[in-house]
């Protein structure tokens, strides 16, 4: 059998190859690509990102990536959102409200409470799900590298995999069928977030 192939989606913003450089680490068969074919073709999608949530998404529909980003999370394949990866999947973000984002996952992203040093920068532990297949073998606690000042609200607390505290709960991490995402930088997390990534490879072979 030929190795599984991960597409990294890359639409032009922030610094995506830490994410391919990661997988790459793992023994992955991970490529940054513009081509919405390459992401049509792959066996699995990650959807890095960095920055502001309306930047990201402007950038991801002027590249013409959305379409084929979109049919990536709903049939099934393996699907990692990564950072304000994971904040695109849902409805929209108060950050910008007058963007849309994919609407794969029912909710919505809102400011952290202001009370506290924003944006969050640094290490964070998490408590996960008894159960999650995205944070299985994990350590505990298990200490992710953070950086952003909105996080996610589902609608359906059913889908977090992990949650952080820092000035409210919030959810760190999802699983939602087949798509799989983190508010955290695994592949800034040392060897706890390349576990994290190992178990999105496993499932992608």
Same mark, same amino acid.
């Given at each position: 059998?030929?190795? +599984? ?19 790459? %680490? ?42 084929? /980003?979109?049919?990536?999370?709903? =049939?099934?394949? +393996? ?26 996952? +029912? ?5 952290? +409470? ?10 964070? /532990?998490? =408590?996960?799900? *008894? ?26 607390? =059913? ?11 919030? *959810?760190?991490?999802?699983? %939602? ?29």
């Amino acid at each position: 059998m030929s190795e +599984p192939r991960i597409a990294v989606v890359d639409y032009g913003i922030g610094n995506l190859r830490s994410a391919e450089k990661a997988l790459q %680490h793992l023994g992955a068969s991970a490529a940054l690509t513009w081509d919405p074919a390459e992401v049509e073709r792959a066996d699995a999608v990650v959807l890095p990102g960095v920055g502001a949530f309306g930047a990201c998404m402007r950038a991801l529909r002027a590249s013409g990536l959305e379409k084929a /980003t979109k049919a990536a999370a709903t =049939d099934g394949r +393996p699907f990692l959102g990564i950072c304000i990866g994971m904040q695109m999947l849902f409805d929209g973000s108060d950050e910008s409200p007058d963007v849309d984002g994919l609407g794969i996952v +029912p909710g919505r992203v809102t400011l952290l +409470p202001e009370r506290e040093r924003l944006p969050q920068i640094g290490w964070n /532990t998490l =408590d996960v799900r *008894a159960g999650s297949h995205l944070c299985a073998h994990l350590p505990d606690p298990a200490w992710l590298y953070f950086v952003h000042s909105y996080a996610p609200e589902p609608d359906d607390d =059913d889908v977090v995999a992990a949650w952080c505290m820092y000035g409210r709960r919030f *959810a760190a991490a999802i699983e %939602h069928g087949s798509v799989w995402a983190t508010q955290f930088h695994p592949e800034k997390s040392g060897e706890t977030g390349l576990r994290l990534l190992r178990n999105f490879v496993e499932v992608a072979a």
